[in-house]
T-cell receptor, first 112, second 114 residues
Framework: GEDVEQSLFLSVREGDSSVINCTYT??????LYWYKQEPGAGLQLLTY?????DMKQDQRLTVLLNKKDKHLSLRIADTQTGDSAIYFC????????????FGKGTSLLVTP | DVKVTQSSRYLVKRTGEKVFLECVQD?????MFWYRQDPGLGLRLIYF???????EKGDIPEGYSVSREKKERFSLILESASTNQTSMYLC?????????????FGPGTRLTVL
């Protein structure tokens, strides 16, 4: 499929906010997702947003969706060292049969 | 809680061997998926299945086949393993009834082909 775009690396200091950006491909995707992968582990769903929403907040996480630009972002407030992981943006394009189309992942490094 | 299990966390095989990777889910999900994950390439879809005995090719099916004889089990088969199939393999499942079409992932199998 077409590429979901993400920057590959982000480094922040503990306590700062992290913002991970993503550009997806299919404007008809009903949901958009953020998955987290900690070292040596499988993927864990972090949060998702329904396509008719602009923003979703869940504790330290804020997801912003700009459908016009097909842009999705994940903001992590008060970033902790335990947030160090790879973050994947994903969509389910129409006609994909529920299969996710992932970005390449953003490696977030949180330094003390 | 949904549980997706994969038969091995680590596997080492030789070039030319036939390799079976097994995935089992316990939530009666209709849809199951196999992805491979490689550094710098993210996750790419190999095959998926939306029902028993049904299968659909994903983006990179070459060199792989799958089997879905029972609803809870989805197997990925490498008929003749090659070194370029060294990768992390992730299985996932979902159902139309699941909130937000969420996919649940297994822990992954890291396969090394020598």
């Amino acid at each position: 499929g077409e590429d979901v775009e993400q920057s590959l690396f982000l480094s922040v200091r503990e306590g700062d906010s992290s913002v991970i950006n993503c550009t997806y491909t299919d404007s008809s995707s009903t949901y958009l997702y953020w998955y987290k992968q900690e070292p040596g582990a499988g993927l864990q769903l972090l949060t998702y947003i329904f396509s008719n929403m602009d923003m979703k907040q869940d504790q330290r996480l804020t997801v912003l969706l700009n459908k016009k630009d097909k842009h999705l972002s994940l903001r992590i407030a008060d970033t902790q060292t335990g947030d160090s992981a790879i973050y994947f943006c994903a969509e389910i394009p129409r006609d994909s049969g529920y299969a996710l189309n992932f970005g390449k992942g953003t490696s977030l490094l949180v330094t003390p | 809680d949904v549980k997706v299990t994969q038969s091995s966390r680590y596997l080492v095989k030789r070039t030319g061997e036939k390799v079976f990777l097994e995935c089992v889910q316990d939530m009666d999900h209709e849809n199951m998926f196999w992805y491979r994950q490689d550094p710098g390439l993210g996750l790419r879809l190999i095959y998926f299945s939306y029902d028993v005995k049904m299968k659909e090719k994903g983006d990179i099916p070459e060199g792989y086949s799958v089997s879905r004889e029972k609803k809870e089990r989805f197997s990925l088969i490498l008929e003749s393993a090659s070194t370029n199939q060294t990768s992390m393999y992730l299985c996932a499942s979902t159902s139309q009834g699941v909130v937000a079409d969420t996919q649940y992932f297994g822990p992954g199998t890291r396969l090394t082909v020598l």
